[in-house]
């Protein structure tokens, strides 16, 4: 089945600093979405985007699915940032099926 | 639309005893999923289902059983709960069809088997 690698796993960011998520996954798919987890462990879904680029507000979003990864970037970062953010894909012909990255722990300090 | 509706929120259960987990969707989509997730692990694939009537197996189904009678509800259900069934359960729903679609989650289901 198709792999999802997400790094870095953890990082520690100032508020007010940037960052770059990244993940890869081994096989085409039709399907890639970023989620954030927060504390209370809500899932929020970030984007949909198998492939090209969005933005929303301070995050946007990139993906190559000829080379097979996709990059989140958070600008300006807050606290309210924080948590989990999990990359996952659906192969072709897999119907609803997302396999997920183990996720990107961000912990933004003030 | 209340998009997808998970309850319980939280369950405590002792070994051995049974309960189904209920998920219930507004959207009219056609794709459901239950996944599991464990502590600093992202989440598994349990069991999901294509449409009404129609379910398959996931990465860890053992221990789980589901069905699909309706469009809207995809309830699971944990026959005889053991402790390595401590999770947070989420069920997932997603439009369907030939190409790609965006899957939404409900709130999570906390479970402690004890």
């Known amino acids: 089945g198709i792999q999802v690698e997400q790094s870095p796993p953890d990082l520690i960011l100032q508020e007010g600093a940037n960052s770059t998520l990244r993940c890869n996954f081994s096989?085409?798919?039709?399907?890639l979405q970023w989620f954030h987890q927060n504390p209370w462990g809500q899932l929020i879904n970030l984007f949909y985007i198998p492939s090209g680029t969005k933005q929303n507000g301070r995050l946007s979003a990139t993906t190559v699915a000829t080379e097979r990864y996709s990059l989140l970037y958070i600008s300006s970062s807050q606290t309210t940032d924080s948590g989990v953010y999990f990359c996952?894909?659906?192969?072709?012909?897999?119907?609803?099926?997302?396999?997920f990255g183990q996720g990107t722990e961000l912990s933004v300090k003030p | 639309n209340a998009g997808v509706t998970q309850t319980p929120k939280f369950q405590v259960l002792k070994t051995g005893q049974s309960m189904t987990l209920q998920c219930a969707q507004d959207m009219n989509h056609e794709y459901m999923s239950w996944y599991r997730q464990d502590p600093g692990m992202g989440l598994r694939l349990i069991h999901y289902s294509v449409g009404a009537g129609i379910t398959d197996q996931g990465e860890v189904p053992n221990g789980y059983n589901v069905s699909r009678s309706t469009t809207e509800d995809f309830p699971l259900r944990l026959l005889s709960a053991a402790p390595s069934q401590t999770s947070v359960y989420f069920c997932?729903?997603?439009?369907?069809?030939?190409?790609?679609?965006?899957?939404?989650f409900g709130q999570g289901t906390r479970l402690t088997v004890v």
């Open positions: 996952a894909v659906v192969g072709y012909n897999q119907g609803g099926k997302l396999i």
């Open positions: 997932a729903s997603t439009l369907g069809g030939g190409l790609g679609t965006e899957a939404f």
């Open positions: 096989d085409s798919v039709n399907n």
